[in-house]
């Protein structure tokens, strides 16, 4: 398999940017996918895929959220059997049954969501399940360090996974797999959890294994990070790979049309629709809780903002800084220690999460397969969720079915929800379309104050644009909201105000129009605090961040 | 899913009610019939070979069987259950033509006394109860005169001058032995001290749950009771097996002479003697009387003065005692000392 | 949407099929193992149980099951295992036959005066769990459970001669109700119906309604399909854990009616002990599905009834037991089987269905 890759001529007439010229000699391609097709319940199924990735390199899979990146590597990682087409690695065509199969030969995954033991140490993490490899003891520790140092990754083997941060736990998994002997890794969404700061010390991790010669294939819907880290770019759209892109010929949005399929949409909001009447102000708030050391904490110290009619105010912070809970004390499933909550001038501190529902609180979860939805449960059911008691849900104690399954069919159509009928259970939509179910159930009751916690993750582009938009007409219409997002282009595109996160305190907040990212980033590693004014640097960096502020 | 499913099921079953309810022309009692079979008998928990009460019956059956030529048919009760389980059995017996129907245990009274009814040319027996009727033989034991000399014997052999009693169920007939046993061993040694228990306060399981006893017994003998008598049916035999892993302390059995019993066997030096209710006695002579065609019916006490109940002296352990023991005996036939029946 | 009504017919007659057959084939394997024939078993207890007095003693059995079964399933739809019926009915009837046993009204108070007693006493034993496991966070199974523990200590106490209960012969038990207190019966040949089979199905019917019509019952299910989604849903979990426990406890008070005001009109140390652990497997065999339960429990008081009989043909007495546990287990698989199968098949039916109307859109894009 020596043969030069070309642009692939693509099966539906996409067409590729420009072909990756790069030829690394004459060696076959670490990992080269063809033909692979996997019909998978509920999301995208892969349809046709060609994935071809050199040694020493690292190479960007890209494409939507629900575009079947994570399925494709999941059958690269043997987690999933293709029901058609054939992985080659390294020149031999294989069938992978299981991960072993796949560590085996030289392939490890970092996932998404870490997995990792967090009352052992790194050591006994690494050596989990490898103990053959190099025992559990001072040997392993020994080859932990050489790897560490070989690729600049500093990892202690005997701290606690627990007393680590995000990007110290990610690169404890990827010295795991690199322990198990893997020349070739796949990082899931890697810098979903990061702040741009620690993204840039991942990518000088990633290029240090390049340059050791192992080959990493990076999965990310975020463009800026793309162009910057990989050598070469498969794009996928709709499950199947429509195009491949060289970096240097290629800008942000060229990438983002190619795997949008269309114009990009933009989280930005045009004019102010800002008034001065106040609709929810919360005071004082203070919340403690017990961690699982039994040590209580507060999760909540002295949080107080307002919210006028017609603003979006947005919370930006690293996940875990008290966000999730500041959110349920507004929904009134926690109850705090002290400080008041007002909602167009009724005080609600005391009210129950029903009746704060009733009063005009929308709520779209973070998680919303354990907040938003009963996934067992038939879409119409769950167009019910959390309104049991407003119409057309109900009439005097009773159900009214009937009415709520034709307001159902309303709002799969208003929201284009995709799916073949309302029957059918939440389960199996994808992410995106259980997403706009809730949006359009929470949008349908008149909202005074809307709370959307991430939005628009794990939702694909065109959902994505079409969420927004609901945002900003609600908006205009008087709508107070409260964003809460990791997505910092979404959070500084759509929000009046911005306010930072750190610790369980709003420690600083920023004028959207001119804050950058990265300086939001700093503040909400704990790095600024204040009033974060927008200094003048070079712009590069900043536009090429992320394809979604392009102008 | 759900609609459908309860749609169709809800079809199903009408259909199957409707059958229930239609259906039916014939009834199972209509379709018996015959001679009679010989004996049925229906146990209480813990089954024949309860070693103690159950197995006593049994013997009555055996020996009928040995030396009258008497089939019999046995049937066993399970833990938890109704009235309706109960008749069915003696009615599925005596439908069969089994006569008598012997139901052993207090439990089946009612249930006799209904089914008895149906059947009005059945002999219908009833162990430890008395239930009214005219084809009933109501078969009842002084428990608490052979208790009683249980008592004058533990208090004469216990060291510590503590004795206890293990009830499987608090109810009424449990009560008569531990009255006897109190007032047995406080009469022979004002300074005893008596410890009374139960294993279940009304569940029948109480005559089922060796392991329970064993716990119960456990508890007593750390406590320093060195002597204990257990009235639970099966369950006994646990307290025995726990009595028998400690020196020097004494079971005393019920019902069977637990001695002479195989499955105790490797327990029977700490058996100090037992409290044995002829209920094989009273079986074989019901059966006896259905065969001579003169069926005996109304109430039958089995006293310590017609050897209904009477002490076991096998293993010899108390015939150093013996004296004294037939003194009390003697007292009661007598009429000297009238035993309590209830605590 | 046609095909997709089709496919959950099938789905909805492949589990109770599935698990039907699975049970026959254990059982038979299990009886022929014991060296008896199985196909001779069956005829037994098919020609036993279509007999009109087996079909009575059947309803009649039935019918404590049903209402046992339903106290259960109203915990197990929102994923609450109250254990705890069996001593709540018992209590229940205990007290409520003291209750009745002390007045002497004309039977159109007397009955409901008795029964109201029941459900309140259930209520309030099984409300105990719930309090303790919202307010001190008590596992309500092990609550439960040791609340019949309590409750059979607690009717031990009473139920002895000169407190609240009278000898008589060997057996001890509250004093008779008033002739006024008998329950209606259904008078069919050769004996009668209890009355309370109507209750039991009005009970039923009600489960069904407040269950899948109300908004409460909206609120439970969503307890039990998920405690957070619930709770951010604006349902109090914790009211709603103490709400359904009284209502279950309330059911399970009923469990002992139809043998109180129906058979023994006293509670006695022979009152029938267990029904709230046959209730259980009931409710399980059924699905919670208020017609389902009503099958299982038939099924229940078939098989107990003609097992007495196979026992009576030779065959081993735990047969019955056995065949008891093997229905549930095939049940409780057949059931999760075809679930999962059914949810990826709806899956895999929204993704293709998804993905063909994705196709074509495509195809637009690029013709356009």
């Known amino acids: ?551 | 899913m759900r609609r459908v499913s309860t749609i169709t099921v809800a079809g199903v079953t009408t259909a199957a009610l409707a059958f229930t309810l239609t259906a039916c022309g014939e009834s199972s009692t209509e379709s018996g019939g015959g001679k009679s079979k010989g004996v049925g008998l229906a146990f209480d928990v813990g089954g024949r070979d309860d070693h103690s009460f159950n197995e006593s019956a049994a013997r009555g059956v055996d020996k009928a069987k040995k030396e009258l030529g008497v089939d019999n048919r046995l049937m066993t009760a399970k833990n938890g259950e109704t009235e309706a389980d109960r008749e069915q059995r003696l009615n599925s017996l005596a439908e069969a033509g089994y006569n008598p129907v012997i139901g052993v245990g207090f439990n089946y009274s009612k249930s006799i006394e209904k089914v008895a009814k149906d059947f009005p040319k059945t002999t219908f027996g009833i162990v430890d109860s008395v239930a009214p009727g005219n084809n009933i033989d109501s078969i009842t034991f002084g428990e608490h005169e052979g208790s009683y000399l249980a008592g004058v014997a533990a208090a004469l052999k216990s060291k510590n001058h503590k004795v206890g009693f293990i009830g499987g169920v608090n109810n009424a007939l449990i009560q008569k032995f531990q009255a006897g046993f109190e007032q047995g061993a406080k009469d022979t040694d004002s300074n005893v001290q008596v410890t009374s228990q139960y294993l279940y306060p009304n569940n029948d399981k109480g005559f089922n749950d060796p392991a329970a006893a064993k716990d119960k017994a456990k508890g007593m003998l750390d406590s320093g009771i060195d002597v204990i008598y257990t009235a639970a049916g099966l369950s006994g035999n646990g307290s025995i097996e726990a009595i028998a892993g400690q020196k020097d302390a004494w079971a005393i059995g019920v019902d069977s002479d637990q001695y002479q019993q195989p499955g105790l066997e490797k327990y029977k030096d700490h058996i100090l003697t037992s409290v044995v209710k002829n209920v094989d006695v009273a079986v074989y002579d019901l059966i006896k009387s259905v065969k001579d065609g003169k069926p005996l019916t109304g109430e039958h006490k089995y006293l310590l003065k017609d050897g209904g109940v009477s002490l076991a002296t096998s293993g010899g352990f108390i015939d150093d005692i013996k004296d004294k023991i037939e003194a009390a005996k003697k007292k009661i036939v007598d009429g000297q000392v009238k035993v309590h029946t209830s605590p | 949407m046609k095909r997709l009504d089709k496919n959950k017919l099938i789905l909805g007659f492949a589990a109770p099929v599935l698990a039907i057959v699975a049970a026959l084939a254990i059982t038979s394997i299990i009886i022929a193992a014991t060296g008896k024939d199985p196909f001779h078993a069956y005829q037994v207890m098919v020609d036993f149980g279509s007999k009109s007095d087996s079909q009575i003693w059947i309803v009649n059995k039935a019918t404590p099951y049903y209402l046992s079964a339903l106290a259960v399933a109203i915990g197990f739809r929102m994923n609450l295992f109250n254990i705890g019926v069996d001593g709540q009915y018992r209590i229940a009837a205990f007290f409520a036959a003291v209750v009745g046993g002390k007045l002497a009204f004309p039977g159109i108070v007397q009955i409901p005066v008795i029964i109201i007693v029941a459900m309140l006493v259930g209520a309030m034993w099984a409300g105990l769990a719930g309090l303790l496991k919202v307010t001190r966070g008590v596992n309500e199974v092990i609550s439960t459970i040791m609340l019949n523990a309590i409750g059979a200590s607690v009717i031990g106490y009473f139920l002895q001669d000169g407190r609240l209960a009278v000898k008589e012969g060997n057996l001890i038990h509250t004093p008779y109700l008033p002739d006024s207190a008998h329950f209606f019966e259904i008078p069919t040949q050769p004996k009668p119906v209890y009355g309370f089979v109507v209750v039991a199905a009005l009970a039923g019917v009600a489960y069904w309604f407040v269950l899948n019509r109300t908004r409460f019952g909206f609120d439970l299910r969503t307890v039990g399909r998920s405690e957070s989604a619930a709770q951010a849903s604006g349902v109090s979990v914790k009211r709603m854990v103490i709400t359904s426990m009284l209502l279950s406890g309330a059911i399970a008070g009923l469990v002992g009616m139809p043998t109180l005001l129906g058979v023994s009109y006293n509670y006695g140390t022979d009152f029938p002990t267990g029904i709230g652990f046959t209730g259980i497997a009931i409710a399980l065999l059924g699905r919670n599905n208020p017609v389902g339960m009503a099958l299982a429990a038939l099924l229940w008081g078939f098989l107990e009834r003609t097992g007495t009989q196979l026992e009576f043909e030779g065959y081993a007495q735990e047969i019955v037991g056995v065949i008891q546990g093997v229905i549930v287990l095939c049940v409780v698989i057949a059931y999760e089987i075809v679930r999962r199968y059914g949810l990826k098949a709806q899956q895999r039916k929204v993704g293709e269905e998804l993905a063909a109307q994705a196709g074509n859109s495509d195809k637009a894009e690029v013709s356009a």
Not at chain 1, 77 to 87: A, C, L, S
Not at chain 1, 356 to 362: A, C, K, L, N
Not at chain 1, 444 to 464: E, M
Request: charged share 25%; hydrophobic share 40%.
């Open chain 1, 1 to 551: 398999m020596a043969e030069p890759r070309l642009p692939r001529s693509l099966p539906r007439g996409e067409c590729a940017i420009k072909a990756s010229t790069k030829e690394p000699g004459t060696a076959a391609p670490a990992v080269e996918l063809a033909g692979i097709t996997k019909r998978f319940p509920g999301v995208v199924a892969n349809h046709d895929i060609h994935l071809t990735v050199h040694r020493g390199t690292v190479h960007a899979l890209c494409g939507e959220n629900g575009a079947g990146k994570s399925t494709l590597m999941k059958i690269l990682y043997g987690m999933q059997k293709p029901d058609e087409g054939t992985i080659t690695l390294d020149g031999e065509q294989v069938t992978l049954h299981t991960p072993a199969d796949a560590i085996g030969r030289g392939i490890g995954m970092v996932h998404q969501h870490f997995m990792l033991a967090d009352n052992l140490t790194v050591l006994e993490n690494v050596v989990l399940g490898a103990e053959k490899l190099h025992g559990i003891g001072n040997k392993a520790r020994a080859k932990i360090k050489e790897i560490s140092d070989a690729y600049g990754l500093g990892v202690r083997p005997d701290v606690l996974v627990e007393d680590l941060g995000v990007a110290d736990r990610q690169r404890v998994e990827i010295l795991k797999v690199l322990y198990r002997g893997a020349r070739t890794l796949i990082l899931d969404e890697p810098t979903a959890v990061l702040v741009p700061q620690e993204v840039d010390a991942l990518f000088d991790n990633l290029r240090e294994l390049k340059a050791e010669g192992l080959t990493v294939i990076f999965i990310s819907h975020k463009l800026g990070e793309v162009l910057s880290v990989a050598d070469d770019i498969t794009v996928i759209r709709r499950g199947t790979t429509v195009g491949t892109a060289v970096p240097s010929e290629t800008t942000p949005k060229q990438l983002a049309e190619l795997m949008v399929g269309e114009e990009l949409p933009s989280p930005e909001t045009r004019e102010s629709t800002v008034t001065d009447v106040p609709m929810l102000t919360v005071d004082g708030l203070h919340l403690s809780a017990t961690d699982s050391d039994g040590v209580v904490r507060a999760v909540l110290d002295g949080i107080g903002f307002t919210i006028h009619k017609g603003e979006v105010l947005g919370l930006a912070g690293v996940e875990g800084n008290g966000q999730a809970e500041l959110v349920e004390a507004i929904m009134g499933m926690r109850t705090p220690d002290a400080g008041t909550v007002t909602l167009d001038d009724a005080d609600i501190t005391k009210a129950p999460t029903r009746k704060r529902r009733e009063d005009g609180i929308g709520y779209i979860p973070e998680d919303r397969h354990r907040h938003g939805l009963l996934l067992e449960a038939p879409l119409w059911e769950n167009r019910i969720l959390g309104h049991v008691t407003e119409r057309p849900n109900s009439k005097r104690g009773l159900l009214d079915s009937k009415a709520a399954r034709q307001d159902t069919e309303r709002i799969v159509r208003e929201y284009d929800v995709r799916t073949p009928g309302i029957e059918v259970t939440a389960a199996s939509l994808s992410g995106g379309n259980q997403q706009k179910l809730i949006v359009g159930r929470e949008m349908s009751h008149q909202p005074k104050l809307l709370i959307a916690a991430h939005p628009t993750r794990g939702v694909d582009v065109g959902a994505q644009a079409q969420i927004w938009d609901q945002i900003r007409e609600a908006r205009r219409e008087g709508l107070a909201v409260l964003l809460i997002s990791a997505d910092l282009d979404e959070l500084i595109g759509l929000s009046d105000t911005l306010r930072v996160m750190f610790r369980g305190r709003l420690v600083a907040d920023a004028d959207p129009a001119t804050i950058t990212p990265e300086e939001l980033g700093s503040a909400m590693t704990g790095a600024a605090s204040g009033h974060l004014e927008h200094t003048e640097e070079p712009t590069e960096d900043s536009n090429e961040r992320e394809g979604g502020d392009s102008e």
